[in-house]
């Protein structure tokens, strides 16, 4: 299983960002699909996810209305559209295959390399 996300760098605040996540090992359209980052010195946070088919999507509090998530299943790619950047949304982003599309997502497996994101102020 290999999960490689891509496209981040540095924005100032108030800029957007695509990130995307390519996905291998599993039959990709079969599986939910969650967005996840980690800042500095903190713990990896749960951001959003995406159902198998794409028509079902979650987001916390704190991105719902600025984070898009969507996913092309003929390219085995989950995209995370970040708009209205703050710097507090600075860290590494990281996607993963989930078991559910809700607040408290089960990992399926270990983590793929994971993308910066830096929001200047």
């Known amino acids: 299983v290999q999960l490689q996300a891509s496209g981040g760098g540095v924005v100032q605040a108030g800029g957007s960002l695509r990130l995307s996540c390519v996905a291998s090992g599993r039959t990709f359209s079969y599986y939910h699909m969650g967005w996840f980052r980690q800042a500095p010195g903190k713990e990896r946070d749960f951001v959003g996810a995406?159902?198998?088919?794409?028509?079902?999507?979650y987001y916390v509090d704190d991105v719902k209305g600025r984070f898009t998530i969507s996913r092309d299943n003929a390219k085995n790619t989950v995209y995370l559209q970040m708009n209205s950047l703050k710097p507090e949304d600075t860290a590494v982003y990281y996607c993963?295959?989930?078991?559910?599309?809700?607040?408290?997502?089960?990992?399926?497996?270990?983590w793929g390399q994971g993308t910066q994101v830096t929001v200047s102020s």
């Open positions: 995406i159902n198998w088919s794409g028509y079902s999507t």
């Open positions: 993963a295959y989930v078991r559910d599309v809700g607040p408290i997502p089960r990992v399926f497996d270990s």
